[in-house]
């Protein structure tokens, strides 16, 4: 394999779990640079992208004063490789979003399996390109293997609807769902800016999440819902999807939450699902490659114009002060697409 000459690196962890307005939240470190393992690509990283995730590992898991290295968006090119890859070589340039029980991609050089990353899609930047991968598995793996949709089924229709459609995962979902399905896209959405984005995005009717979704959707599709893809305020909601959706309909769901009255769904047998795009590099399952064929495929879509990146607001080179606004911005819930970094510290 080749290797980095560098035996350090510049990145950004976190050593306790401090609320984002401490300076101590997050730091600039200094660490080894990683060795790639047998099916490792070693990448020079050149973007990232932070998403909620990143604040709530902060906010959840104290490393008990170990630096612990957050971020998991990342685009970059191939420094080196391990010994067991056959996907790319050196000098590739990749997207992905990384494995969570591993050291996340705020660093100069990061360590990621061949099996979830892909040639990152060429018509697009690093920066552009790396607001991608985390949000585009999600809503992949969320609509067409967690709600039985299927790719290309431009023969699949119904009203299908996401909520905060203006955020990273939403804004994807609606762009999947444009382009590869018939159904009818309804966002949720309640600023004019984040209604003019979920538009641009794909949606062909939004609604107010701070109002009864009810008698909001009863004039777009009075017959019902035939899918809920929850972004966030699931259990909130949960009462009104089930009034909502149709017998029969599914509801998937990416957010964090308590307890909830799940029965609210059996008298229409609803079906529940859970999308978490860390599962199978959590778990090490036997497709754990299908990650590198959704990103190979959304690379294509964007080359061919018919899905674009999400990337809204680049806030500098990666550094910890950086890094927290950032945390901050997503921790308001004011965020509009994806916040980018782009670049080291020289």
């Known amino acids: 394999m080749s290797a980095t000459q560098n035996s350090t690196m510049p990145a950004v962890a976190y050593r306790k779990s401090l609320p984002v307005e401490d300076a101590e939240s997050l730091l600039d470190v200094e660490l080894p640079v990683p060795t790639p393992g047998p099916r490792d690509l070693l990448v020079r990283v050149e973007a990232?992208?932070?998403?909620?995730?990143?604040?709530k590992v902060r906010q959840n898991n104290d490393p008990g004063g170990e630096p612990r290295v957050l971020g998991w968006d990342a685009a970059g090119t191939v420094v080196a490789v391990g010994d067991e890859v056959e996907l790319f070589r050196v000098g590739d340039e990749v997207y992905y979003a990384g494995a969570i029980d591993r050291p996340g991609s705020n660093s100069r050089f990061h360590a990621v399996d061949?099996?979830?990353?892909?040639?990152?899609?060429?018509?697009?930047?690093?920066?552009?390109?790396?607001?991608?991968?985390?949000?585009?598995?999600?809503?992949?793996?969320?609509?067409?293997?967690?709600?039985?949709?299927?790719?290309?089924?431009?023969d699949r229709t119904g009203t299908l609807l996401v909520t905060a459609a203006a955020g990273g995962v939403g804004a994807m979902v609606a762009q999947l769902a444009r382009a590869l399905t018939s159904l009818t896209v309804?966002?949720?959405?309640?600023?004019?800016?984040?209604?003019?984005?979920?538009?641009?995005?794909?949606?062909?009717?939004?609604?107010?999440?701070?109002?009864?979704?009810?008698?909001?959707?009863?004039?777009?599709?009075?017959?019902?819902?035939?899918?809920?893809?929850?972004?966030?305020?699931?259990?909130?909601?949960?009462?009104?999807?089930?009034?909502?959706?149709?017998?029969?309909g599914r509801l998937v769901a990416i957010d964090d939450f308590g307890p909830v009255e799940i029965g609210l769904l059996k008298a229409k047998s609803i079906s529940f699902h859970w999308e978490l795009m860390f599962t199978r590099s959590l778990h090490h399952t036997p497709d754990l490659a299908k990650q590198h064929h959704i990103l190979t495929q959304i690379a294509r879509l964007v080359d061919a114009g018919i899905l674009t990146t999400t990337a809204t607001t680049d806030l500098g080179i990666v550094n910890a002060a950086h890094l927290r606004?950032?945390?901050?911005?997503?921790?308001?819930?004011?965020a509009i697409g994806k916040i980018t970094l782009t670049g080291f510290p020289d």
Request: aromatic share 8%; glycine share 8%.
């Open 186 to 248: 309804v966002g949720t959405a309640s600023r004019p800016e984040t209604v003019a984005y979920a538009l641009r995005m794909g949606v062909t009717h939004t609604v107010d999440h701070h109002q009864p979704l009810p008698g909001q959707l009863a004039g777009i599709a009075p017959d019902g819902i035939d899918y809920i893809f929850s972004t966030n305020g699931t259990d909130r909601n949960l009462a009104a999807y089930a009034d909502i959706l149709k017998p029969f």
């Open 114 to 154: 061949e099996r979830i990353a892909a040639r990152k899609p060429a018509t697009l930047s690093f920066t552009e390109a790396a607001a991608l991968p985390l949000t585009s598995l999600t809503a992949w793996e969320g609509l067409f293997e967690r709600l039985g949709l299927h790719d290309g089924a431009l």
């Open 325 to 334: 606004e950032a945390h901050r911005i997503l921790e308001s819930g004011t």
């Open 48 to 55: 990232v992208a932070v998403n909620p995730v990143d604040y």
